[in-house]
């Protein structure tokens, strides 16, 4: 059964860091793209990063670009998101998702397994 989980969410002031970690257990994914994915209320879910298990090619929204970093450790099976100079309008459940290599890294859909999610709150 494959499971990935998140940690690491909580309230930060506006301008601070957090960082959010997946651990994901049930399977191999060697050959997959690890994603963070966010949405926040009355918004749809939207794209954040992507890191290849096995490559070291990340891809990264707009949104999120010089501001926070992907990477992943294999060994303990577990991804990071590192989010610095946090904004008010990062505030979201953040999801860490996993899918095959040749989709869309961006695309929601693309993606077959999902955590459960963590809340991510920065104050203003």
């Known amino acids: 059964q494959v499971q990935l989980v998140e940690s690491g969410g909580g309230l930060v002031q506006a301008g601070g860091s957090l960082s959010v970690s997946c651990v994901a257990s049930g399977r191999t994914f060697s050959g997959y793209v690890m994603g963070w994915f966010r949405q926040a209320p009355g918004k749809e879910r939207e794209f954040v990063a992507a890191i290849s298990w096995t490559y070291n090619d990340t891809y990264y929204a707009a949104s999120a670009k010089g501001r926070f970093t992907i990477s992943r450790d294999n060994a303990k099976s577990s991804v990071l998101l590192q989010m610095n100079s946090l904004k008010p309008e990062d505030t979201a459940v953040y999801y860490c998702?996993?899918?095959?290599?040749?989709?869309?890294?961006?695309?929601?859909?693309?993606?077959?397994?999902w955590g459960q999610g963590t809340q991510v709150t920065v104050s203003s």
């Open positions: 998702a996993a899918g095959p290599h040749g989709g869309s890294w961006s695309r929601d859909s693309d993606y077959n397994y």
